[in-house]
């Protein structure tokens, strides 16, 4: 198993530009999540899913949309992007009803 | 909404010594409380967890203890070694299917050799 991949590692975007984020799981996992990683501010969620056809907002979701059409991917959406969402981006997923969540290797994305 | 604070945000320590990070919490409601670990440029991977019907756990060189009336756990690592060098972060959630987790800042964790 590959586990979770993301696409691309890095991202270098301009300001008001649009891009997707990909994230796909090969696990079977239900739940599917999105993280934005900032220096001194940990891990903060932006999206969560439960299945497919099934998202709902987590801690940080302003400016970013997501949707599930599969089990396998989750994709996070930038609709036009701003300097404040330069970041290190991480997808997870987990088994339903369990506790792990296993983390993809992360997205560097700087807006300019 | 809960809130994690995480304590301290440096440590340096000796190879063979022990390293205590501490995390307190807001929400009461919270009962699940897992640490990860992330090596520089890599994933976050869990390391421990424990829920709130247990006060300790351990495995290994690793526990994390739990106080539910103060609001606050902490991570225990015992015979550190080199390789322990990462940034860890604790988290805190309710169990309602999937894990909203709420993160603390992390702690960097130097061993000196």
């Known amino acids: 198993n590959a586990g979770v991949t993301q696409t691309p590692k890095f991202q270098v975007l301009k300001t008001g530009q649009s891009m997707t984020l990909q994230c796909a799981q090969d696990m079977n996992h239900e739940y599917m999540s999105w993280y934005r990683q900032d220096p001194g501010m940990g891990l903060r969620l932006i999206h969560y899913?439960?299945?497919?056809?099934?998202?709902d907002q987590g801690e940080v979701p302003n400016g970013y949309n997501v949707s599930r059409s599969t089990t396998e991917d989750f994709p996070l959406r930038l609709l036009s992007a701003a300097p404040s969402q330069t970041s290190v981006y991480f997808c997870?997923?987990?088994?339903?009803?369990?506790?792990?969540?296993?983390f993809g290797p992360g997205t560097r994305l700087t807006v300019t | 909404g809960e809130n994690v604070e995480q304590h301290p945000s440096t440590l340096s320590v000796q190879e063979g010594d022990s390293a205590v990070i501490k995390c307190t919490y807001s929400d009461s409601a919270s009962n699940y409380f897992p640490w990860y670990k992330q090596e520089l440029g890599k994933r976050p991977q869990l390391i421990i967890d424990i829920r709130s019907n247990v006060g300790e756990k351990k495995d290994q060189r690793i526990a994390v203890t739990l106080n539910k009336t103060a609001k606050h756990f902490s991570l225990h690592i015992t015979e550190t070694q080199p390789e322990d060098s990462a940034v860890y972060f604790c988290?805190?959630?309710?169990?309602?299917?999937?894990?909203?987790?709420?993160f603390g800042t992390g702690t960097r964790l130097l061993v000196s050799p």
């Open positions: 988290a805190a959630s309710r169990v309602t299917g999937f894990q909203k987790l709420v």
């Open positions: 997870a997923s987990s088994p339903f009803l369990s506790d792990e969540q296993y």
């Open positions: 899913s439960v299945g497919a056809g099934i998202t």
